[in-house]
């Protein structure tokens, strides 16, 4: 039984960090990747942030310098530290594990005010 506990999410000010976390558990199959993906109100979801089983890592150009993705194998936990938010990051954010097919968590708002 794949299930997920993601959190982190919330309401911040321009300029402030967030750090999202997702432990997933009950995965039969290997895991091949894990990365992030948001989707705004009225826009369509995009990937955020992603990283590989080699460490290789890749955002989308709009949050190059600001998100880092990273993982804890032993733990199967991804995280997402956000820093510098703006207005635009707003969105709710989905942790996802790719085996032969992607696993997705519940989703956590994340709201910067400006």
């Known amino acids: 039984q794949v299930q997920f506990v993601e959190s982190g999410g919330g309401l911040v000010q321009a300029g402030g960090s967030l750090r999202l976390s997702c432990a997933a558990s009950?995965?039969?199959?290997?895991?091949?990747?894990v990365g992030w993906y948001r989707q705004a109100p009225g826009e369509q979801r995009e990937l955020v942030a992603r990283i590989n089983n080699g460490g290789k890592t890749d955002y989308t150009d709009s949050v190059k310098g600001r998100f880092t993705v990273s993982r804890d194998t032993t733990k199967n936990t991804v995280y997402l530290q956000m820093n510098n938010l703006k207005p635009e990051d707003t969105a709710v954010y989905y942790c996802?594990?790719?085996?032969?097919?992607?696993?997705w968590g519940q989703g956590t708002q994340v709201t910067v005010s400006s």
């Open positions: 009950g995965f039969t199959s290997e895991i091949n990747g």
């Open positions: 996802y594990f790719r085996t032969f097919r992607d696993w």
